[in-house]
């Protein structure tokens, strides 16, 4: 999970602005652009409290901070936490076990930013000795 990238629609539409030779320096766009290619707005998790049973474990997995992500976004990220396809989206193969304990989604109500969300997520990961 921690490998995906999100709003790729938008980040090329800002590469392609960036890149224009006609383009005035925009400290707002740079400033997106870098926020979205950057690592703040990648899936970082904290490691919580291991609890360790006869047969596995399970550690509690928390955002280190809200990532901003699209539709397709939260299919891909789904489609990997569930282990099924969601749309086009595929799941991993041999997933680790994970549960969602909390799924926490606000919708962004920036000016010209359509469907783009702020997302918070928890995890079980159990994990098989």
Known sequence: LETLSFLQPEVENLEKIVQNKNFTN???????????????????????????????????????????????????????????????????????????LEFKLDKKTEKGKSDVFSLNLKLLKREFT
């Open 26 to 100: 925009d400290k707002a766009i740079e400033k997106r652009l870098e926020f979205l290619s950057g690592p703040s707005n990648h899936l970082t998790f904290v490691e919580g409290v291991v609890q360790t049973y006869p047969y596995f474990q399970e550690t509690t997995e928390t955002l280190a901070h809200p990532v901003e992500v699209n539709v397709e976004d939260i299919k891909k990220i789904l489609a990997r936490i569930e282990g099924v396809k969601i749309g086009d989206q595929e799941p991993c193969p041999n997933p680790p076990q994970l549960s969602i």
